[in-house]
Antibody
Framework: QVHLQESGPGLVKPSGTLSLTCAVSGDSISSTQWWSWIRQPPGKGLEWIGEIYHTGSTNYNPSLTSRVTILIEKSKNQFSLKVRSVTAADTAVYYC????????????WGRGTLVTVSS | DIQMTQSPSSLSASVGDRVTITCRASQSISTYLNWYQQKPGEAPKLLIY??????SGVPSRFSGSGSGTDFTDFTLTISSLHPEDFATYYCQQSYTNLGLTFGGGTKVEI
């Protein structure tokens, strides 16, 4: 069974950088899957942030691409997310997930971690 | 960007009811359409991928389809609502790598 676990600070100051890591178990991060980040502001819907393949190839949400970086760390079987210049609008539950290669279906999700942007 | 419009945004139903949720894409997306179920405090769960393929372990009362020949209209159907099906449902297009957009969600309430 694939398991994903998000970790990182739960509170980030405005204009700062949000940094999260997703540890993967039960699958190799070098497998033929995409590894994704998705977020959900409190009480709102889902927003796709971006994804990375084991080759390092990335795709980002056009509305976030200038502030987002996703990296992969094969030696640790994990991947990471950085969001720069955060504002209160970036407050959300952040999910890491595994996404299939053909239909980009997100078939395994972490439990999610709430990140609050506040001074 | 491809916009995904779900309807209705919420509905009230009873156990045993047949429930249909619709998702419309702003342009053709072939069959690159996925459906998820989310319960409060939990991560979403994949139900249907590729418009009509049932994810392993998902009950057969869930089904997905596309209508017409322009690949813009899609439907999630729950043939007979169970108590555990009360949740919020999201569609997602995965046709383009330039933003895998979600619909706004449909809350199914008692």
């Amino acid at each position: 069974q694939v398991h994903l676990q998000e970790s990182g600070p739960g509170l980030v100051k405005p204009s700062g950088t949000l940094s999260l890591t997703c540890a993967v178990s039960g699958d190799s991060i070098s497998s033929t899957q995409w590894w994704s980040w998705i977020r959900q502001p409190p009480g709102k819907g889902l927003e796709w942030i971006g994804e990375i393949y084991h080759t390092g190839s990335t795709n980002y949400n056009p509305s976030l691409t200038s502030r987002v970086t996703i990296l992969i760390e094969k030696s640790k079987n994990q991947f990471s997310l950085k969001v720069r210049s955060v504002t209160a609008a970036d407050t959300a539950v952040y999910y890491c997930a595994r996404t299939g290669d053909t239909f980009k279906e997100t078939n395994f999700w972490g439990r999610g971690t709430l990140v609050t942007v506040s001074s | 960007d491809i916009q995904m419009t779900q309807s209705p945004s919420s509905l009230s139903a009873s156990v045993g009811d047949r429930v249909t949720i619709t998702c419309r894409a702003s342009q053709s997306i072939s069959t690159y359409l996925n459906w998820y179920q989310q319960k409060p405090g939990e991560a979403p769960k994949l139900l249907i991928y590729g418009a009509s393929k049932l994810q392993s372990g998902v009950p057969s009362r869930f089904s997905g389809s596309g209508s017409g020949t322009d690949f813009t209209d899609f439907t999630l159907t729950i043939s007979s609502l169970h108590p555990e099906d009360f949740a919020t449902y999201y569609c997602q297009q995965s046709y383009t790598n330039l933003g895998l957009t979600f619909g706004g969600g449909t809350k199914v309430e008692i």
